[in-house]
Nanobody
């Protein structure tokens, strides 16, 4: 059973930073592309950032490029999302997800999901 557990969410003022972490267990972590999604109230879940199994390639939604940085540590089975220059529109529940595809961005491409962590950015 694949398990993903997110941590690091919270409340921050606009312009501030947060670091989200996702701890994985129960499978060969290094075989999977890992990604973060977010879902704001009343909106669909959207792709935020992804990283290939080797960590050699990252890809981002246009809305977070230049502000968010995704990294992974295959030895520790973790992925980390550094979020800088946060804005109120970044407020959402953030989810960690795993996929066997090389660079997916669609929700249906991901086979495992964490429970989510709330990020709230005040203006």
């Amino acid at each position: 059973q694949v398990q993903l557990v997110e941590s690091g969410g919270g409340l921050v003022q606009a312009g501030g930073s947060l670091r989200l972490s996702c701890a994985a267990s129960g499978y060969t972590f290094s075989s999977y592309t890992m990604a973060w999604f977010r879902q704001a109230p009343g909106k669909e879940r959207e792709f935020v950032a992804g990283i290939t199994w080797s960590g050699g390639s990252t890809y981002y939604a246009d809305s977070v490029k230049g502000r968010f940085t995704l990294s992974r540590d295959n030895a520790k089975n973790t992925v980390n999302l550094q979020m800088n220059s946060l804005q109120p529109e970044d407020t959402a529940v953030y989810y960690c997800a795993a996929s066997l595809l090389p660079k997916p961005t669609g929700v249906r491409a991901f086979v495992s999901w964490g429970q989510g962590t709330q990020v709230t950015v005040s203006s």
